[in-house]
């Protein structure tokens, strides 16, 4: 199984600044790469999907890169409605995997 | 608007069965592949299992592979998940999610259903 790992684990920053989270695939995964957004009590939305498309409805603050096997994604102008946790996932092989997840709040 | 409501969960003893259903509605449901992804309490996402949109493919995670199947009755636009042989690993919030315009990320989840395996 593709072994997604995901840093850091949680994440403090203020209104306004820029964020970003990596994930890191335990192999080459060709882009095949989501990121979700998970708020408390919520249902996880799909925010990005082949490593930088963004979903529909997404706002544009949200911004996905990478190729091979190294990932991130990347939040500017921090809003208090993205206090989330944020996980990302491969598709490019079954079994599909999700990161651990990166827990963000406000400082 | 698309919406996926998931039932069928519950507490349940070691070694029985469950099944847990749901019902899609507000897109053509027979044109999607579909997905259960269960999550533990507090803990992250695990993709169970999936289902392409007309039943030909079918794929499990490994730790569910031989005591769950998937299945869907279009005609019914119910996407199902047969249980069998819990454990307590298996206890979490079990969600069914499309798949987004053919590719393998999940753009419409239900809002989960509660499965408890304990004596």
């Known amino acids: 199984d593709i072994q997604m790992t995901q840093s850091p684990a949680s994440l403090s920053a203020s209104l306004g600044e820029t964020v970003t989270i990596e994930c890191r695939a335990s192999?080459?995964?060709?882009?095949?790469l989501a990121w979700y957004q998970q708020k408390p009590g919520n249902s996880p939305q799909l925010l990005i999907y082949?490593?930088?498309s963004l979903a529909d409805g997404v706002p544009s603050r949200f911004s996905g890169s990478g190729s091979g096997t190294q990932y991130s994604l990347k939040i500017n102008s921090l809003q208090s409605e993205d206090v989330a946790s944020y996980f990302c996932?491969?598709?490019?092989?079954?079994?599909?995997?999700f990161g651990a997840g990166t827990k963000l709040e406000l400082k | 608007e698309v919406q996926l409501v998931e039932s069928g969960g519950g507490l349940v003893q070691p070694g029985r069965s469950l099944k847990l259903s749901c019902v899609a509605s507000?897109?053509?449901?027979?044109?999607?592949?579909m997905n259960w992804i269960r999550q533990a309490p507090g803990k992250g996402l695990e993709w169970v299992a999936y289902?392409?949109?007309?039943?030909?493919?079918?794929y499990y995670a490994e730790t569910v592979k031989g005591r769950f199947t998937i299945s869907r009755d279009n005609a019914k636009n119910t996407l199902y998940l047969q249980m069998t042989s819990l454990r307590s690993e298996d206890t979490a919030l079990y969600y069914c999610?499309?798949?987004?315009?053919?590719?393998?990320?999940?753009?419409?989840w239900g809002q989960g259903v509660m499965v408890t395996v304990s004596s």
């Open positions: 999610a499309r798949e987004y315009y053919g590719l393998p990320a999940f753009d419409y």
């Open positions: 507000g897109f053509t449901f027979s044109n999607y592949g």
């Open positions: 289902i392409s949109s007309g039943s030909s493919y079918i």
């Open positions: 192999e080459d995964i060709y882009s095949n």
């Open positions: 082949d490593a930088n």
């Open positions: 996932q491969q598709y490019n092989n079954y079994p599909y995997t």
